[in-house]
């Protein structure tokens, strides 16, 4: 994972920063340990974290202004070192305080997780919800990670869903389920001795696919993120409804991009997977001018409904309010999924166009927004 990048100018004293620390050898971790060394929890999360912000260091990501930073699971950590938020330092810290609660609550009961690939999404969650499992990942591009205990996990690969497949995954157990109970425990003690600064650019969230507005906010987040489910999806959706044009995947790279390219049809992707590809990113980043920027900024906002469904407003949501993008407006659900409802531009909340609880079709238009704070 490391040794390409330990050769670049700065990134060997970064990641004996990173050693001191987390209390582990990180560039030896990094390069010549074997497979099951890596495989350990409480060395993996910290690995994988170091090795993105290294990467964002190199495109200088904190110096991009109000773009959209997200990450999957303990990549969530990356993303708000990326955002500003925390510090490089603090989020190896994290991780690898994280991944030693996680690997702890891994040890006192047999769990594990598995892929369900294909099938209808409504019905593979309940077909996991069924077999007393969690669905513990919603990745979109028609992949859900079950999570729970092991017999559980070996009954739904021998009964799947209808048109999906089981794909058992080789982690140490449950995340992101009840099971990690203990760790989320102990990591909100640790919580304690943090402080985070408002992420700069939007920051989204796991738990819903919305934006993060302060430190504070983030840092619950990031604690209850071990025991809720990751919706990737979500998070894809609202990059779709903020109008990302362009996606830049940090190393470890791949997966991600992957999935983007079934959910984000039309957005230029780069996965940065070794120093070589690094140019190419830059040359992305570079090519999409911040928003707003040399283009005509109109005086309000219409917020449309994505689906048929019932309205509800997001609470505390008032006229009035002032909102960033990435905000969640609120929820329209339908009898098969929830569409969360963000603001894909930054002003005043000034008009509701739809009742709570209102009955709505497709494309309504639900509130106005007005650019700025007088109108």
């Known amino acids: 994972m490391l040794t390409a990048w330990l050769e670049l100018p700065g990134v060997a004293e970064q990641v004996a920063g990173f050693s001191a620390v987390t209390g582990l050898d990180l560039a030896r971790l990094g390069t010549t340990a074997n497979a099951d060394e890596i495989k350990d929890t409480a060395v993996t999360q ?6 993105g912000v290294i990467v964002a260091g190199q495109l200088d990501l904190e110096a991009s202004g109000e773009r959209v930073v997200a990450g999957h699971s303990v990549g969530e950590l990356t993303a708000a070192a990326v955002s500003g938020a925390l510090s490089p330092t603090a989020a190896v810290a994290f991780a690898a305080r994280r991944g030693a609660e ?3 609550a891994c040890a006192l009961a047999p769990t594990g997780m598995s892929a369900v690939l294909g099938g209808d ?3 593979v969650v309940a077909a996991i919800e069924a077999a007393g499992l969690t669905p513990a990942n919603r990745n979109g591009a028609g992949q859900i990670v079950a999570a729970g205990a092991l017999d559980a996990l070996d009954k739904l690969a021998t ?23 203990p760790a989320e425990d102990a990591l909100s003690a640790y919580a304690d001795t943090l402080s985070a600064t408002d992420p700069r650019p939007i920051l989204l969230s796991n738990a819903d696919g919305s934006s993060v507005s302060t430190g504070a906010e983030l ?21 779709a409804d903020l109008g990302v044009s362009a996606a830049v995947e940090l190393a470890p790279a791949g997966t991600l991009t992957g999935l983007a390219k079934r959910e984000l049809p039309g957005v230029e992707l780069i996965a940065v997977k070794t120093p070589d590809d690094l140019p190419a990113a830059r040359a992305l980043i570079d090519s999409r001018p911040l928003h707003g920027q ?11 409904t994505p689906a ?27 009898n098969r999924d929830e569409h969360l409802i963000v603001a894909a531009q930054a002003g005043v909340l000034v008009e509701w166009l739809r009742d709570d609880g209102d009955i709505v079709a497709a494309g309504l238009p639900l509130a106005r927004i007005h650019n700025g704070s007088e109108f």
Not at 46 to 51: D, G, R
Not at 159 to 181: I, N, S
Not at 219 to 239: F, G, N, S, Y
């Open 46 to 51: 910290p690995l994988i974290v170091a090795l």
């Open 102 to 104: 996680m690997a702890a």
């Open 121 to 123: 999404p409504d019905a």
């Open 159 to 181: 009964e799947p869903p209808a048109g999906a497949r089981v794909r058992p995954l080789a982690v140490a157990g449950a995340f992101h389920t009840h099971y990690m109970a």
């Open 219 to 239: 840092i619950a987040r990031l604690v209850r993120q071990v025991t809720l489910p990751v919706r990737w999806d979500l998070c894809m959706r609202t990059c």
């Open 294 to 304: 040399g283009e005509h900024t109109p005086d309000f906002w219409i917020v449309s």
């Open 308 to 334: 048929k469904g019932v309205f509800t407003r997001a609470e505390g949501m008032a006229e009035g309010h002032e909102v960033a993008r990435g905000t969640r407006l609120g929820i329209v659900r339908t």
